[in-house]
């Protein structure tokens, strides 16, 4: 059956006007077979009803909101975005894991340097792009092509995880980054680990 509510104070019928209060109000549920059944419900208790009617629907979605359906980049909102990079970032952090180690993180880190070093501060071009992938026939990165073409592997893969969740391929410039960070903290750990008294420990503190 269909129920209607109508909610009054139980202070004077002008007070209706003003700011509600946090006292209780009374919730009249006028249904068939309910004669002038009262019920006293609580303000907030009220209002987040509310909310929760509004808001349920996306909360319960098992599948993350980017990953129901193509919608423009303007068109997610801040969690959704963050949702995305972070599984991006998860999916580049697991292949990485099967081709980096922490001996390569000069190397990650040198790639790094050199391709923002390309940064003209006059035009505002270069930096980091990813663009070295095409400049190893420079001196200074002559050193670097093992790297790059091991890197260009893990990228296709990458891009293979990212197509699962309905995501782009991720940009040879984050990748740049993501590896250098990558490596370096796993040299890091290497460092603090042959430094511990003993593995355990070192484990713990790294």
């Known amino acids: 059956s269909k129920m209607s509510f109508s909610v009054t104070s139980s202070v004077k019928a002008q007070s209706l006007l003003r700011r509600p209060t946090r006292q209780n109000c009374l919730v009249n549920c006028h249904a068939k077979n309910v004669k002038n059944a009262v019920c006293e419900i609580d303000r907030r208790e009220a209002l987040m009803g509310s ?60 790639l790094l340097f050199n391709d923002a070093a390309t940064f003209d501060i006059a035009s505002k071009t270069g930096g980091v792009d990813g663009s070295i992938q095409f400049e190893l026939d420079r001196p200074e990165n002559a050193t670097l092509k093992p790297l790059v073409e091991k890197l260009l592997k893990a990228k296709s893969d990458i891009d293979e995880l990212n197509a699962q969740f309905q995501s782009g391929p991720i940009s040879f410039a984050d990748l740049i980054c993501i590896a250098a960070r990558f490596a370096t903290k796993k040299s890091w750990f290497n460092i603090k680990l042959a430094r511990a008294k003993n593995s355990t420990g070192g484990e713990i503190v790294a």
């Open 51 to 110: 909310v929760m009617a509004v808001t349920a629907p996306q909360l319960i979605s098992g599948a993350p909101a980017w990953a129901q359906g193509e919608l423009s980049i303007k068109n997610l909102s801040y969690l959704q975005k963050n949702d995305q990079k972070l599984q991006i970032l998860k999916n580049a952090q697991e292949v990485l894991g099967n081709v980096l180690t922490g001996a390569d993180a000069s190397k990650c880190m040198l």
